[in-house]
DNA sequence: CCTAACTGTAGCTGTTGTGATTACGAATCA
DNA sequence: TGATTCGTAATCACAACAGCTACAGTTAGG
């Protein structure tokens, strides 16, 4: 019996901070070569050209990167890799999610409300937790990772 | 390791550590009362026995709780609710998983392979990140926070 | 015994989130 | 004008999560 509907809580699979982040690095390896399509951005992240604009779309607003339809558009860099961390860019994407998961409790339980209170204020420390790992890497960090040269997609350079 | 074909990777859409949580805080605050069954609390967390069978499973592999079938069997804490750290359950729950979203990359491409590298270890460092802060709060802890008395649902103490 | 009350698990269903795909409009440049 | 590329909406397919039913295995009590 508890026939309640259940809380839907979101938080989920997203990939896309993933996605960002190799986009991310693919543009600073290729600033001097100016607007790079989302063709080519789908082609070396391996997903569809309109899912790479639908993520680039918050980084984008927040300033990260800019683009330009047309035909010589394409998408760059706004932002020097060095100054971009991974903390800014898990924020765009992640939003105000819940780490942890989150579920609706029952109202009747008092148990459920104070968990559920106590569950709130701690997911709330282990995203500042992510967000401060995450803060100690740049774009640029994970571009000097990279080798050296070669980093096109073969067919497109 | 790394099944490159397509994304299917987890991440949290887990309600189960929350679930988790309030079940072990549940069972903390009646001890003294013996063992209680999936269907008391599945009306406390309000999700459905079978579903707290399920969670439970693991904790109970892990010995911080036991359960026994019959008349008067159901659910017990097997291990002092201080002793229960959240990064404990958590560990327990959450696997191997990935925190943040990791997707396949393009083989053919070397910064795909890189920038892979690089988010896995930071994936890493992040969990690390989750447990350590995790490790702050007990079972206890959270039921300290808990009113006083009346901590049963509704018709059943 | 036999029944009732539990756990343990398998199987199916409904819902939801994610990403692929297509399509069309707007903007830019030759 | 026409080719290229972004921007976005609409639709589809797939997978994960959880709800639900059903049934087998255990335990207590008559």
Redesign the interface.
């Known amino acids: ?2 026939i ?1 509907q ?2 839907g ?1 979101p ?9 960002a ?2 986009v991310l ?2 543009l600073a ?1 290729q600033v001097e070569r100016g607007p790079v399509s989302s063709d080519e951005l789908s ?5 569809n050209p309109v899912h790479v604009r639908r993520v680039l779309g918050p980084l984008r607003e927040a300033g990260l990167v800019c683009s330009r339809p047309g035909v010589h558009g394409g998408w760059e860099l706004a932002t020097p890799a060095e100054e971009i961390t ?1 903390a800014r860019v ?1 924020r765009l994407l992640q939003g105000a999610d ?9 109202p ?5 409300r ?2 559920q ?3 709130a204020a ?1 997911d709330g ?2 995203a500042e ?2 967000a ?3 803060e100690r ?1 740049t774009v640029q ?2 571009l000097a ?3 050296q040269g ?2 096109s ?2 067919g497109q350079a």
């Open positions: 019996m508890a309640w259940h809380g809580m938080s989920s699979k997203n990939t896309q901070f993933a996605v982040v190799h690095t693919y390896g082609a070396s992240t391996n997903v991974l898990w819940p780490v942890l998961g989150l579920h609706g409790p029952n009747d339980c008092p148990v459920g104070g968990v209170r106590s569950l701690i420390a282990v937790a992510v401060a790992e995450l890497s960090d994970i990772r990279e080798v070669a980093c997609v073969p």
